[in-house]
C-alpha cells in the first residue's frame, strides 16, 4: 500500500497531505500565464491528485479567475504567507493541481509533461523526454 506525502507552506501554517502520495513519480511544469503570476516565476510545477485524497489544512484563502478556456480556476493559498498550494478547475474532473513546491518529496521527481509551451519563455529550454504541450 502507498503512504502519503505531507508538504506545507512557507510559513508551515497551512499543510497539505496526500493519501497514495508516493505513487505520484513525476511532475508537470506549466508555463500558462496565470500559473506564472501565482508562481511568480516563468512556470509553475505541480501533480494532479484526485481531491478525495488530498487534505489541505490551516489559514488557506481562495480566489476564482476565468482562465483563457473559460472555465473558472480556484486558487488556493495560505492566507498567512501567501504560499500558492492548490488550484481547481472543472478541466481536472475529480482531481486539483497541487503545487509540488511545497513537498521535499517531489525534489528527485522528474517532469513529465509541460503545458502551454506556446508561453514558455525564451530563454528557457524544453524538459528532455518530457511530453510538449502547447495547451493543457
Known amino acids: 500500500m502507498s503512504e ?14 496526500i493519501e497514495n502520495g508516493d505513487s505520484f ?11 506564472k503570476q501565482t508562481s511568480g516565476s516563468a512556470f509553475s510545477t505541480n501533480i494532479l491528485a484526485p481531491v478525495k485524497d ?7 484563502k481562495e480566489f476564482g479567475v476565468k482562465a483563457l478556456s473559460g472555465n473558472t480556476v480556484t486558487r488556493v493559498f495560505c492566507g498567512n504567507c501567501g504560499s500558492a498550494i492548490s488550484h481547481r478547475s472543472v ?3 475529480e482531481s486539483a493541481a497541487i503545487q509540488t513546491g511545497n513537498f ?20 528557457l529550454v524544453a524538459v528532455e523526454g518530457a511530453a510538449q504541450l502547447n495547451t493543457a
Open 4 to 17: 502519503a506525502i505531507k508538504g506545507q507552506c512557507l510559513c508551515g501554517e497551512t499543510t497539505i497531505t
Open 91 to 93: 478541466a481536472f474532473g
Open 25 to 35: 513519480k513525476n511532475q508537470i511544469l506549466c508555463h500558462c500565464w496565470d500559473c
Open 54 to 60: 488530498t487534505k489541505i489544512e490551516g489559514p488557506v
Open 104 to 123: 521535499r518529496y517531489f525534489a528527485d521527481k522528474p517532469v513529465a509533461a509541460e503545458l502551454f509551451t506556446k508561453d514558455r519563455w525564451t530563454g
